[in-house]
């Protein structure tokens, strides 16, 4: 019962502050506190609560513009991952915001287990149809379609319907118990399974790609991410499928990209390769193996499986295959990657060698094969080059003090595979926008020139790869990102990296590009304390003024930082 009544103390939180989804337009107007308790707090309790890896539960205030319902849902796996479809239970919070419902209740909005896109009419007599073939008879279940629910969806596709008592620890037990029951018959009542691996490269349902869908389910591992780093890693990779995750070693790094590929993987086995570099790798053999000098006709193939890898992908080129690189500079990365960097910059074959069909003697680099490298920097690696830098988006961890007081504040219960194979169904998709043509940035054009010229000045100018890969990445990130977080990202991600040198080198660049971040009218120090509504850009602006902090204090800098 003590999870029921954390449960009930969030709500109660969030009732306290009604005034705050009353008011606000868009997701950042929403008391931070109650975002948190509606969309990890809660729904992360809730998963104490169920102590079943086969459930996801998620939470919404709402995608950029906020919801007029805020929701949590548990959704059954084998039946749907989406809100969107299927069925599943779900947490409505009442028109005025002070009271919440729990409901057996529908998705409506793309075709699922009941038909195709749903008229108010079809979700009424849906809700019939369900009810009848159930059957279930309970004085608190509510079927009348009185809710006080301000979206009507919601409200015309609750199933069953109970106003939830957050001062009764005992009754919400026996409520929630009475759904989850019900959830379970229903899945015992109907076809819900879901299609076996052997099935579905022919059978599977192909949705359209969802950010939404991605960032809630990895979330629901109970791994702690900002929604916008999940965004910019699947959005970098959509640009281009080569993404450098750098940072604070333990921050997450691994288990975020990890937990990114087996979202997205049908068989996980088959399309997620990860491998561990070693600081004796000095050519490419751990990566694509070699032919036996001893027997001329033996092909070795490597014991890390990427070969094997890139051999399977090009064979499926439909589904998204991720190599996962982690410490990708414990050796010199040209050392062991010179194939794959050359591969990507001249869209040539891997040559191998001039044997038999059981290893081809080149092999493409594969259009959906995804490679997501992990760095950290200490005395034990070395640095990347430019070359290898400007080849991939390079994202940054850092850990934020809220995020670190969440940690240490709570128990933590880390379940990946609430995460596995969520998105498989969308996987098809991401990779035909990860292959598609894109136009060039126009919008940007002279934020980008303003930087280029900055750059210039000591030889770390971009060609025109990176303002393709720019345009890319603002192409998919501009239309959900908030405004100027896409640029400022891109900015952060493609152009910075690059920068390394003396003080007498970067100092004059730093300052003329700090300048370029900020907002127009605004006349402030690169060493003045930083406020980030001073700034068109601010998180570039930031990471301009920590490397400035750096070399004045060391006399050397560089975008990776120990």
């Known amino acids: 019962m003590e999870n029921i009544l954390t449960i009930n103390k969030g709500f109660n ?5 009604a005034s705050t989804f009353e008011q606000a337009q868009i997701t950042s107007d929403i008391d931070k506190v109650v975002s948190k308790l509606i969309t990890r707090t809660i729904p992360q309790e809730i ?3 169920l102590n079943d890896s086969n459930y996801l539960v998620n939470g919404s205030v709402g995608k950029g513009r906020a919801t007029k319902t805020p ?14 479809e299927g069925v599943y239970i779900v947490f409505l919070f009442s028109s005025d ?32 149809r369900i009810r009848n073939l159930l059957n279930i008879k309970d004085d608190i279940l509510e079927t009348d379609g009185n809710a006080d629910i301000a979206d009507e969806r919601y409200k015309l596709g609750a199933i069953y319907y109970t106003l939830w008592n957050v001062n009764d620890i005992k009754e919400g037990e026996r409520v929630l118990k009475l759904y989850l029951s019900i959830y379970k018959k229903y899945k015992e009542s109907f076809d819900t399974k879901p299609i076996t691996s052997i099935q579905a490269h022919e059978t599977m349902t192909i949705l359209h790609f969802s950010i939404t869908s991605v960032v809630e389910s990895l979330l629901s591992t109970g791994l702690i991410y900002s929604e916008t780093l999940i965004k910019r890693l699947a959005y970098s990779l959509m640009a281009k499928p080569f993404v450098i995750l750098s940072g604070l070693a333990g921050s997450g790094k691994t288990q975020l990209a990890l937990a990114f590929a087996k979202c997205l993987s049908e068989n996980i086995e088959e399309q997620v390769c990860t491998v561990s570099i070693r600081a004796d790798w000095t050519n490419r053999e751990p990566l694509l193996g070699y032919p036996n000098a001893l027997k001329g006709d033996e092909y070795v193939l490597p014991e890390s499986g990427v070969l094997q890898l890139l051999m399977r992908a090009n064979e499926d080129p439909s589904k998204p295959y991720f190599l996962i690189l982690d410490e990708m500079n414990l050796s010199v990365v040209e050392r062991y990657f010179a194939d794959f960097l050359s591969a990507m910059e001249s869209g040539e074959p891997i040559k191998l060698w001039d044997g038999n069909d059981d290893v081809p003697a080149e092999i493409p680099l594969p259009k959906n094969v995804f490679i997501i490298g992990t760095i950290n920097v200490d005395e034990t690696t070395y640095m990347f080059s430019p070359k290898v830098l400007d080849r991939a988006n390079v994202i940054e961890f850092k850990i934020a003090p809220d995020e670190m007081e969440e940690y240490l504040g709570k128990k933590v219960n880390i379940n990946l595979e609430n995460a596995y194979s969520a998105c498989a169904d969308m996987a098809v998709d991401f990779v035909n926008k990860a292959k598609s043509q894109v136009e060039k940035d126009e919008k940007n054009k002279e934020v980008l020139l303003s930087f280029f010229k900055e750059l210039k000045k000591v030889n770390a100018e971009f060609g025109y790869r990176t303002v393709n890969e720019i345009s890319r990445y603002l192409h998919f990130a501009e239309g959900d990102l908030e405004d100027g977080a896409a640029i400022d990202t891109a900015i952060l991600q493609k152009l910075l990296p690059k920068l390394h040198g003396s003080r007498k080198k970067i100092v004059p660049v730093l300052t003329s590009m700090w300048k370029l971040c900020l907002n127009e009218g605004v006349a402030k120090e690169i060493d003045a304390e930083f406020n980030a509504t001073d700034f068109k850009y601010p998180e570039s602006a930031e990471k301009i003024q920590r490397m400035y902090q750096a070399v004045v204090d060391n006399g050397f800098t560089s975008f990776a930082e120990a």
């Open 13 to 17: 939180q969030c009732f306290e502050k």
């Open 47 to 49: 998963s104490f609560y």
């Open 71 to 84: 929701w949590i849902a548990i959704l059954d796996k084998e039946i749907t991952t989406s809100t969107r």
């Open 97 to 128: 915001y002070k009271h919440v419902y729990l409901t057996l209740n529908q998705g409506t909005t793309v075709p699922g287990q009941f038909g195709p896109r749903l008229g108010k009419k079809e979700i009424v007599e849906n809700s019939k």
